[in-house]
């Protein structure tokens, strides 16, 4: 306790609610309470008529307060709502307005009483006994600027949660969201898996992790880039239908739509393909957007945005409907498409070696950031796609899409690869294309997957959805630190 009062000693604000917090125990009140029986959410007090004469028993965070000789008024707010409080000495009694006169915003305090509504038509709660539930110690932002530094708001989000409401609502939606995408699959039989999130070997996705190391077996372990390759262990398996969401790891930049760790959904369904999974990510995207806005016309970014009937382009027609070059040409040499990535200004970093590396490059740097309303871009290169099965008319390309809304990746998915002799082939390239310098390319065969395909994988349709950019879309969020509790943040000097 001591070295606990030395820090705080210059803060002379912290220091006088100590005072409070000693003459509260001198009078006999706990400054930090006990249970409380809470038996009514200020939301649900709301929605009441004052005529009803019933008696509430609500508690929350006192977020205003202005006393006047024997009476007071105020707000308390819990995770519902906010309400209008009015405190009176002759019925609290004296003893019980003592302790009134105690508070301060910032409190956590228990009400009981009946609904009135004032001369200017507040609703406002007439308590009867009022309970001090915690002391503030540390005072809140002051109310007329309320807590706009985003350091501060994405450093503390508790502080934000308490001061801004648009905060705590944001937040309830994201579990919404992440509720509804497990009652949409649930119902329609997928069952919600557990994989691990050490892997022995780097996989399932191209991207840089983050590595520790396991003292007693002594190996070096990678948390999760995707939990794809366990999952597609379990449709070997025979479960059909599975699920995870929960968090990926990539030690990668941070940006408004990059987090290093972040959540995501990632799906299999035996007998499906890749168009089942268009079908299936724009059910839940237009499901979740109407139960959380009450349409699948949102504004996102300035935006309006139609979250339905979403549109279906190759990629290669993209690319020539964008800057006119056509790739359906299959003579086309990779020293002639590196001429034509020269002309349209399109790099092609020393590590791409194929025409189909060159396709995504002008898929990438070209036609992105022209997509807005919601488009399923399909048939990427077989180079760049390495656990995706082959597409039947034209095996350069996959059958495989990525759904873009106002040029950002929402959802990756594809008909599973499950010819054991070409996904190891394709194991074989990324780790050559990683001896070349691309450090998201793979640098390891995984072995035990090729063998668990040689047991025989059905034809399987595989989707995964990041949640976190999922959400800011249907909130309306500008950066992923907004919809995120606690995001990483540089380390203050």
Not at 376 to 390: N, T, Y
Request: glycine share 6%; proline share 4%; charged share 30%.
């Amino acid at each position: 306790m001591e070295k606990y009062f030395d820090r705080i000693a210059d803060d002379s604000l912290v220091m006088e609610k100590w005072k409070k917090v000693e003459e509260l125990k001198e009078m006999g009140i706990k400054p930090f309470g006990e249970r409380f029986d809470k038996k009514n959410m200020i939301g649900d007090i709301l929605k009441h008529n004052p005529e009803e004469e019933m008696t509430f028993k609500t508690a929350g965070r006192l977020m205003s307060l202005r006393r006047k000789g024997k009476t007071a008024f105020g707000h308390i707010e819990d995770i519902t709502g906010r309400v209008q409080v009015y405190l009176r000495q002759d019925e609290l009694g004296e003893e019980n307005y003592a302790m009134v006169k105690k508070l301060g915003v910032g409190d956590i305090v228990g009400i009981e009483g009946k609904l009135f509504v004032t001369s200017t038509g507040e609703l406002t709660l007439r308590a009867e006994q009022v309970t001090l539930l915690c002391k503030n110690i540390r005072s809140l932002p002051e109310k007329f600027h309320g807590l706009t530094d985003l350091e501060t708001r994405y450093r503390k989000r508790y502080l934000d949660l308490i001061m801004n409401r648009e905060v705590k609502d944001t937040f309830i939606k994201r579990t919404k969201i992440i509720s509804g995408i497990r009652r949409i699959l649930d119902s329609k039989g997928f069952l919600e898996v557990e994989t691990p999130l050490m892997h022995p070997i780097l996989g399932g996705a191209a991207a840089k992790p983050f590595i520790t190391h396991h003292n007693t077996l002594d190996i070096d372990l990678y948390l999760r880039i995707a939990p794809e390759l366990y999952l597609k262990r379990l449709i070997v398996g025979g479960m059909e239908k599975v699920y995870e969401l929960g968090r990926n790891f990539r030690n990668e930049g941070m940006s408004t739509r990059h987090n290093p760790e972040f959540t995501m959904i990632e799906l299999y369904q035996s007998y499906a393909d890749y168009k089942d999974m268009m079908d299936l990510a724009e059910e839940i995207i237009s499901t979740l957007a109407k139960e959380i806005n009450g349409s699948s016309t949102i504004t996102y970014n300035g935006k309006e945005l139609v979250l339905e009937n979403f549109r279906r382009v190759h990629m290669v027609d993209l690319i020539k409907e964008v800057t006119g070059v056509d790739f359906w040409d299959k003579n086309i040499t990779f020293e002639q498409a590196k001429e034509l990535a020269k002309q349209h200004h399109v790099e092609v970093p020393e590590h791409m070696n194929t025409v189909g590396h060159i396709i995504n490059q002008f898929f990438e740097e070209k036609c992105e950031e022209t997509i807005v309303q919601p488009t399923f871009v399909f048939g990427h290169p077989v180079e760049i796609s390495p656990l995706s099965k082959r597409n039947e008319e034209d095996p350069r390309f996959t059958d495989r899409f990525e759904l873009f809304i106002d040029a950002r990746e929402y959802a990756n998915a594809f008909s599973e690869l499950q010819d054991p002799a070409d996904q190891r082939g394709r194991f074989e390239d990324q780790v050559e294309e990683a001896a070349r310098g691309n450090d998201e390319a793979t640098p390891v065969i995984d072995d035990d997957f090729v063998e668990a395909l040689e047991y025989g994988l059905p034809p399987t349709g595989g989707m995964g959805i990041g949640i976190d950019r999922l959400i800011m879309l249907l909130t309306n969020s500008e950066s992923i630190r907004d919809v995120l509790y606690f995001p990483q943040m540089k380390p203050r000097d």
